[in-house]
């Protein structure tokens, strides 16, 4: 019996950041975790729960990495080495003090305010875990970070993040019939290349930027063309490129997304992606959504009116992108690998030049000027799926978006 289990084995149910803790605590050294003579009586902070001046010196009340807040211990400032977590900690403690019209620290803190400072911590902790994976995910080089200065709201529940279009039950995607074989598909396009096949014009010019009006497709060379992934022809299909970040807003608009880097003009941001479902479907969703008081709902009107994307619960960045009646990204339909023109990519273009730190929107209610016959097509809708169709029942959303051509309500 004992020689058919040499070879069985039982896995850990401590991770090894527990044992870790364990071994230290245990004065213990182990190779495999990095515990050796030199640093075995080294703990980590994982942060700060309080402060108190005693005589002028500054004690900080520390919860210990992989240890109960049982056992956290008052330790003097001088011998920690955390100073951008006691800056963080400060900034935290500044903001609930102004909270309650105080504007000194005083030399004690209550209790009402450490127990601010412990949930501020947790949720930036959380915050922190969900950023990990958020960019253990995404298949873009842009990265994506995750802010929370507002309150104590903690990431999403119920939300998965996606790379690519969901398919719902019954909805095909046709990948393309044919691919170009041009050599250079800007300078020298055969046959119009992609665009020209399709009777259409080159989207981007030589910096990737696009140089068609609202409302006009956009065909990128696509799985079967000869040309290469360098090809300028390629921009949407590439991803996202920026660094963006997922903040929380201050005026009661919930999440929203700022850029981190300056964007230029008419450059593509990122798809709108989530889960395609029928019109039929979009509308049985959109009455519980707006019981809910928010929706994800994106009709696919560009030739039919018969698709809707549903970014609710599986979605990419854009889930989180506010509304704005001035905004700064302008949406375009995109066909690469698919044929059905009912199903486009929907991708946000900058409508003009960016500022690194500005918050990114768009027109959840756009309208296409009508300046040739292929604008028409396109006189989208955005959160309108599911709607009521009079205008006495529908639900008016009140716009909080700020600018000076704010129509005042989203519907």
Not at 220 to 226: L, P, Q
Request: aromatic share 10%.
């Amino acid at each position: 019996m004992a020689e058919s289990l040499n070879d069985c084995s039982v896995s850990c149910k401590m991770s090894w950041v527990q044992l870790e803790a364990l071994c230290r605590f245990e004065g213990l050294q182990c190779q495999d975790l990095g515990v050796n003579r030199a640093n075995v009586n080294e703990y980590e902070v994982e942060f700060l729960c309080d402060y108190k001046k005693i005589k002028e010196e500054e004690f900080y009340l520390v919860k210990w990495r992989s240890f109960p807040e049982s056992d956290n211990t008052w330790e003097p400032k001088r011998n920690l080495k955390c100073s951008r977590m006691m800056k963080q900690f400060h900034r935290d403690l500044d903001q609930v003090l102004r909270r309650h019209g105080r504007h000194y620290i005083p030399k004690k803190l209550n209790k009402e305010v450490t127990s601010f400072l412990v949930q501020k911590a947790k949720v930036r902790q959380s915050l922190q875990r969900w950023e990990n994976h958020l960019n253990q995910t995404r298949n873009h080089p842009g990265q994506i970070f995750v802010e929370n200065e507002v309150d104590l709201e903690g990431p999403p529940k119920n939300f998965t993040y996606i790379n690519n279009y969901k398919v719902g039950p019954g909805i095909v995607l046709d990948e393309m019939a044919v691919g170009c074989d041009c050599k250079n598909c800007l300078d020298e396009p055969v046959n119009g290349c992609c665009p020209g096949a399709s009777l259409h014009r080159m989207a981007y010019n030589d910096r990737g930027q696009v140089r068609l009006r609202a409302g006009e497709p956009i065909y990128e060379c696509n799985s079967r063309c000869s040309c290469g992934p360098d090809c300028p022809n390629r921009v949407v299909q590439k991803g996202i490129q920026f660094d963006l970040c997922i903040f929380k807003t201050e005026n009661g608009r919930g999440w929203g997304v700022r850029t981190l880097q300056r964007i230029k003009k008419n450059t593509f941001v990122m798809e709108y992606v989530g889960e395609i479902i029928t019109t039929d479907e979009a509308e049985k969703r959109g009455h519980v959504y707006d019981c809910q008081g928010s929706t994800y709902l994106f009709d696919l009107d560009y030739v039919e009116d018969v698709y809707t994307v549903d970014a609710a619960y599986h979605g990419n960045i854009s889930h989180f992108v506010n509304h704005s009646c001035n905004p700064n990204l302008q949406v375009f339909n995109v066909f690469i690998n698919n044929i059905d023109e009912r199903l486009p990519r929907i991708a946000l273009f900058s409508t003009r030049p960016i500022r690194a730190g500005e918050e990114l929107t768009f027109d959840y209610k756009m309208q296409i000027d009508p300046v040739d016959t292929e604008s028409t097509k396109m006189d989208s809708s955005f959160s309108l799926a599911g709607l009521p169709s009079s205008p006495k029942k529908r639900v008016r959303v009140e716009c909080r978006c700020g600018s000076n051509s704010c129509r005042k309500y989203l519907f």
